[in-house]
C-alpha cells in the first residue's frame, strides 16, 4: 500500500459523495501476462475500489489508541482493563456483524460477497468511528453527537455504494428478461 492509494481510500470512504456513477466498480484484472483470470476483479494496488484490510486493521487499532487518550486526558479515568474490554466488544462486534450481513445476503440470495470482502467493507467504519472520538476529545458529548450523526451519514452512504455496486441482482424479473433475450 501506497500513502497515495490510502490517502485516496479514505477520502471516498469519508466523503463518498465525490465519487460518481461507475467509478464505484471495480475495475477488471487485466494482467493476462501473470496468466491471471481475466474476469478476476483488480487488486487493491491497482483499483482505488478494491476493498483491503490494511486501512480497516489500522483505523481500527486507531480508534482503540484514540479511545483510550479520551478516556484517560479528558476524563481522567484511563483503565487498561475498559481499553481491553472496549477491543473485544469492537472485534467482536465487528465479526458478528460481518457474518450477519452475509448470512442474510446468502439467504436474500441478493449478493455473492466473500467473508473477507464484507469484512474489510465493515471494518471502513473505524475510520469513521476515529473521526468522531477525535470530536469527542476536542468538543465534548455534543460533538461527537454531531460527528456521529454526519460521519455515520456519510460511511452508511459510502457503504451502501460499495455494495449496490458489487450486488448482482437475481430477481425473477431479471431471469426472466435474461430468458426472452436468450429465445
Known sequence: MTNEYVLKKMLIVVFPFTVKGDAWKRQKNFDMMAGGDPDAAATPR???QAPDLYIPLM???TFLIQAGCVQGFNRGDFDM???FLLNSFALFFWLFE???LKGCFYFMNIANLAYMELLCYTGYKFVALCIIVVCD???GTLGSYAALAIFGGLYAWFFFATLKSNISSNTLAD???QVSMNK
Request: aromatic share 12%; glycine share 6%; charged share 15%.
Open 46 to 48: 491497482t483499483d482505488v
Open 59 to 61: 483505523s481500527f487499532v
Open 81 to 83: 482493563q475498559k481499553l
Open 98 to 100: 460481518t457474518l450477519i
Open 137 to 139: 476529545g476536542l468538543f
Open 175 to 177: 431471469h426472466i428478461k
